[in-house]
């Protein structure tokens, strides 16, 4: 059974570098045919897409967040990673990893989401 | 890229049908089938509940239904349910190969 899990460092200072981490069990990001995603949802707010990536490290991203937005893949460990830089209070939010249903379709499948939040 | 629109809050009765539009751009909605709704209930992870327009995904109940029409897509949820109440979220794919939600709309049921 798919599952994803996100894991973050909880708070993060103004100005530095957010990273947060999904782990896949029970699929393998090197052999699916697909673009994982990251969606965050600020408290209260809608759904905002981040961006994606594929295994062999294609990416795409959110233009607004283009410029300060990193995801990476970790085959060896079945995990890919959003890094998120400059951070400001506007960037607090529940971040969440998801798997599409097809190669780059709609998700499907979703982790939990973890909550980080910037402040001093 | 701007967020597709969507209406804050429509409401009924159990029962009853409601309709939820989402309204794009020719660079979105208007351009390409990969139209999708979530499901998301208070404190949870969104739930996909219709993909490339009006397509289902298994365990999804056929009370749920979507379609397009230029622009703009819909939800409609037929025979509306105490357990519908919850906030849904279009979203399409973009031309500049980039996905877009629209603002969540919140549904009630009275």
């Known amino acids: 059974q798919l599952q994803l899990r996100e894991s973050g460092p909880g708070l993060v200072q103004p100005s530095e570098t957010l990273s947060v981490t999904c782990t896949v069990s029970?699929?393998?990001?090197?052999?699916?045919?697909?673009?994982w995603g990251w969606i965050r949802q600020p408290p209260g707010k809608g759904l905002e897409w981040i961006g994606s990536?594929?295994?062999?490290?294609?990416?795409f991203y959110n233009p607004t967040l283009k410029s300060r937005v990193t995801i990476s893949a970790d085959t060896s460990k079945n995990q890919f990673s959003l890094k998120l830089s400059s951070v400001t209070a506007a960037d607090t939010a529940v971040y969440y990893c998801a798997r599409p249903l097809t190669r780059n379709g709609s998700y499907k499948y979703w982790g939990q989401g973890t909550l980080v939040t910037v402040s001093s | 890229q701007s967020a597709l629109t969507q209406p804050p809050s429509v409401s009924g009765s159990p029962g009853q049908s409601v309709t939820i539009s989402c309204t794009g751009t020719s660079s979105d909605v208007g351009s390409y089938n990969s139209v999708s709704w979530y499901q998301q209930p208070p404190d949870t992870a969104p739930k996909l509940i219709i993909h490339e327009v009006s397509h289902r995904p298994s365990g999804v109940p056929d009370r749920f239904s979507g379609s397009k029409s230029g622009n703009t897509a819909s939800l409609t949820i037929s025979g509306l349910q105490a357990e519908d109440e919850a906030d849904y979220y279009c979203s399409s794919y973009t031309s500049s190969t980039t996905w877009v939600f629209g603002g969540g709309t919140k549904v009630t049921v009275l």
């Open positions: 990536i594929y295994y062999t490290g294609s990416t």
């Open positions: 029970g699929d393998s990001i090197n052999s699916s045919d697909c673009y």
